[in-house]
């Protein structure tokens, strides 16, 4: 990738989109390349991504944030913010890297940012962006998503319940990916309202911003739908077991106790006389249990234990 430049570029409508570059980590010194209109109403950039604040100065507002907006890092350590700072006139970006923004073409990008009213426009054309880069991210994890589903009807073993947390995870990671973007979008309602309210950018990235939204909130539900289902099944599962346990317990409680009186070592016991002893105990022994599951099954108690479960079934 081909190291990045600063640029000062004029939009036809009168204003200027500063694209800052500042690889030493100090965004001050990038702050210092800004016009004195601008830098006068700034006082520090973000360096952590949190939400959008405001500046006052002279009756000049500006507003100023950093969020994350390369998807495929994970939030992890290094991962590049987008560092922004806006009035109407003057819209500031540092380290901005539009190449992280793809399928976009970053040309297609800088164009429809300058084609835009005003600075806040043109800071709603690179939140939709982004906003639309996120919903690809979703579409992704909606596919993911899926084959989770998919698995669970299909071979719900152990495994799964990692699966599904991983989604969770996921989709804990996207939403703090998500939320400094929504509330910038919140935070620029209460700021400009004049100058932006009626802006189609600002309307189009609403919509985006409220489709995201919508979406994480579905698959909030649909994940915590998973789990229930999960735990639904294990709770079955461990019900089933202990059933058996119990009716396998019970159908051989009698030869059991016939095999512990018979194994005592007394002298006197008077069926070691019988010529056919063995084979009467031998006969209880069989169909003692036989007796015991017929009767259990006639009470209705034991389940499916007997019947098994259907070729189709969706527990495995």
């Known amino acids: ?36 209109e601008v830098k006068s109403s700034v006082k520090e950039a973000a360096q952590e991504p949190f939400e959008a ?17 390369d998807f495929d890092a994970k939030c992890r350590e290094g991962t590049p913010l987008f560092h922004f700072l806006v009035n109407v006139d003057h819209l500031v970006t540092i380290n901005f890297d539009l190449s992280l923004l793809e399928p976009f073409k970053a040309e297609t990008i800088e164009e429809q940012v300058l084609s835009a009213n005003n600075a806040l426009e043109g800071l709603f054309v690179l939140l939709g962006y982004i906003a639309e880069r996120l919903l690809h991210e979703l579409t992704d ?7 989770v589903g998919e698995e669970m009807r299909n071979k719900n073993n152990a495994k799964l319940l990692d699966r599904i947390l ?11 990916w998500f939320r400094p973007l929504k509330d910038t979008i919140m935070t620029t309602k209460e700021l400009f ?4 309210e009626e802006g189609i950018e600002h309307r189009r990235t609403s919509i985006k ?10 698959y909030k539900e649909e994940v915590e739908a998973l789990l229930a289902l999960d735990t639904s099944i294990a709770n079955y599962r461990g019900n089933e077991i202990t059933k058996t346990l119990t009716v396998f317990t019970t159908v051989f409680a009698p030869p059991t106790l016939l095999a512990g009186i018979w194994g005592m070592n007394f002298e006197k016991m008077p069926e070691l006389e ?4 063995y084979f009467i105990a031998l006969g209880l022994i069989a169909i003692l ?28």
């Open 1 to 36: 990738m081909a190291e990045q430049k600063d640029k000062d570029l004029q939009s036809d409508k009168q204003w200027i989109w500063h694209n800052l570059q500042d690889k030493e980590g100090d965004l001050r010194a990038a702050l210092d390349k800004l016009p004195d």
């Open 53 to 69: 604040r405001i500046y006052r100065h002279e009756q000049s507002e500006l507003l100023e944030g950093a969020f994350y907006y």
């Open 141 to 147: 994890y909606e596919k993911r998503m899926h084959e």
């Open 166 to 176: 991983d989604r969770r995870y996921e989709l804990l990671d996207i939403s703090k």
């Open 193 to 196: 309202v004049e100058d932006m």
């Open 209 to 218: 911003i409220e489709r995201i939204t919508t979406r994480l909130d579905l």
């Open 274 to 277: 019988w010529e056919t002893g």
């Open 289 to 316: 249990p036989v007796i015991v599951l017929g009767w259990l099954y006639y009470k209705g108690w034991t389940g499916d234990i007997i019947k098994g479960k259907r070729r189709d079934s969706n527990l495995k």
